[in-house]
């Protein structure tokens, strides 16, 4: 959520657009009628996952009013949720993530899912690290329906086998030839775009590649200066430089889901993106194994960085509606169809992968061994790891670095300057 935070919702209690929110309880299903959905879910696969929970609610008597907002990572989402609030107009729910659910939750703006999290045993079933965004002082404030992570990396089969490589890279030196062979074979090596997030969302997983768990934790999450601006940051920032000879020149404007197509038309070789990238392979009809690959981010195996999306909830006059709408978001039968087409794990431990492809039960299993692990940690790049302010401060200079505009050098102390600035 953009800033200043606080002075919007003091315009928002001094208008008195809602009272403080009561506990959503279970309420009888007869005076279910309509639940507006705010979210940011327009490309193919998003939306077509989504599709999956509307039918779930229309099957139970439960209208859905979709109320989408162009642009992946919500900026847009939150300028609209905001001002509908402030007419005291909101949603019943909205798509929300990380630091803007604490945000709102701190200012008492989101309903108490407590009562129906105690019934549903969400403390026992959602991974802890989930946890600590979904609830506040005590209270679930949202409930979770996926955990996305940002170190993968994803390869057209057909294009590796033109250029000579015949198994996925193990290491950070074999992803590094094999990018070279591809474009050796004529192809793009590295599909990316040069919106901040996406060079960021390459930058997590070569920083977990190259200091591991720990010192990922330690850098981007505890935002330890001695970590921030140390031999292994300027390392991670070496290997970010390296990559940019392997992006093409057409790169700048292009989003994410544009430059997965050009791994899944067989243009580009690799992509280094979060598995929201596997749901437009699911929605293009491609099969991994056969058409293309999925691996960890060369060195981070067993471990995941992660985002997870939420819907957070209004006080609304349809209160039977939106409470259908919580009970199916955290049904693991919902979690289950919306996942697999969405192309991420769902947020509830131990739902099955029947059904879910080859990437979809990595996605699954991987979760599970982080969570046991202690390696299931929050994303940098996709607001998971620290507020927005310092997120966005890491965006330019690592997108700054990835241009060469400063050394790795620079950015490693550029790094620690801008934590040290905004805490």
């Known amino acids: 959520m953009k800033r200043p935070i606080r002075a919007f919702f003091i315009a928002f209690f001094n208008a008195s657009a809602l009272a403080l929110v009561q506990p959503l309880a279970v309420v009888p299903d007869a005076a279910a009628a309509e639940v507006q959905v705010?979210?940011?879910?327009?490309?193919?696969?998003?939306?077509?996952?989504?599709?999956?929970?509307?039918?779930?609610?229309?099957?139970?008597?439960?209208?859905?009013?979709?109320?989408?907002?162009?642009?992946?990572g919500g900026a847009q989402a939150m300028t609209t949720l905001r001002a509908r609030v402030l007419s005291a107009d909101p949603p019943t729910a909205a798509q929300m993530l990380g630091f803007d659910i604490r945000d709102w939750a701190a200012q008492g703006a989101l309903q108490d899912l407590t009562p129906l999290a105690r019934s549903g045993g969400w403390a026992q079933r959602v991974p802890k690290a989930l946890q600590a965004f979904d609830t506040d002082r005590g209270r679930w404030v949202a409930a979770p329906i996926d955990v996305h992570s940002s170190n993968w990396v994803w390869a057209n089969k057909a294009v590796l086998e033109r250029a000579g490589v015949h198994r996925a890279p193990g290491d950070?030196?074999?992803?590094?030839?094999?990018?070279?062979?591809?474009?050796?074979?004529?192809?793009?090596?590295?599909?990316?775009?040069?919106?901040?997030?996406?060079?960021?969302?390459?930058?997590?997983?070569?920083?977990?590649?190259?200091?591991?768990p720990a010192f990922y934790r330690r850098a981007l999450i505890e935002l330890q200066p001695a970590a921030l601006d140390s031999a292994a940051m300027r390392t991670s920032f070496t290997r970010l430089r390296a990559l940019r000879s392997y992006v093409d020149g057409e790169y700048a404007n292009r989003d994410w889901n544009v430059a997965t197509g050009m791994v899944i038309d067989g243009r580009a070789g690799f992509q280094m993106m979060g598995d929201w990238a596997l749901g437009e392979f699911n929605h293009a009809g491609r099969v991994p194994g056969k058409d293309y690959l999925c691996l960890r981010t060369p060195g981070t195996q067993g471990s995941v960085t992660f985002n997870s999306d939420a819907f957070v909830f209004f006080d609304v006059k349809d209160r039977a509606a939106q409470a259908r709408m919580v009970d199916d978001v955290m049904s693991p039968?919902?979690?289950?169809?919306?996942?697999?087409?969405?192309?991420?794990?769902?947020?509830?431990?131990?739902?099955?992968?029947?059904?879910?492809?080859?990437?979809g039960a990595k996605a699954i299993a991987d979760l599970a061994e982080a969570d046991r692990a202690g390696t299931l940690m929050g994303s940098m790049s996709q607001g998971y790891a620290v507020p927005p302010a310092i997120q966005h401060a890491f965006y330019d200079i690592i997108a700054r670095a990835f241009d060469g505009e400063i050394t790795p050098a620079q950015a490693a102390a550029q790094l620690a300057a801008a934590a040290r600035a905004r805490y």
Not at 180 to 207: C, E, H, N, S, Y
């Open 38 to 72: 705010l979210h940011w879910w327009t490309a193919g696969g998003e939306a077509s996952a989504l599709k999956e929970l509307e039918r779930t609610l229309r099957a139970q008597g439960v209208q859905w009013r979709d109320v989408p907002i162009a642009g992946g």
């Open 333 to 359: 039968e919902v979690q289950a169809r919306f996942n697999r087409v969405k192309g991420s794990a769902p947020a509830l431990l131990g739902v099955s992968p029947a059904g879910f492809n080859a990437c």
């Open 172 to 212: 950070w030196g074999a992803f590094i030839s094999d990018l070279d062979k591809v474009r050796k074979a004529g192809f793009v090596p590295l599909a990316a775009g040069g919106q901040p997030w996406q060079i960021a969302t390459m930058f997590d997983g070569i920083v977990l590649s190259v200091g591991g």
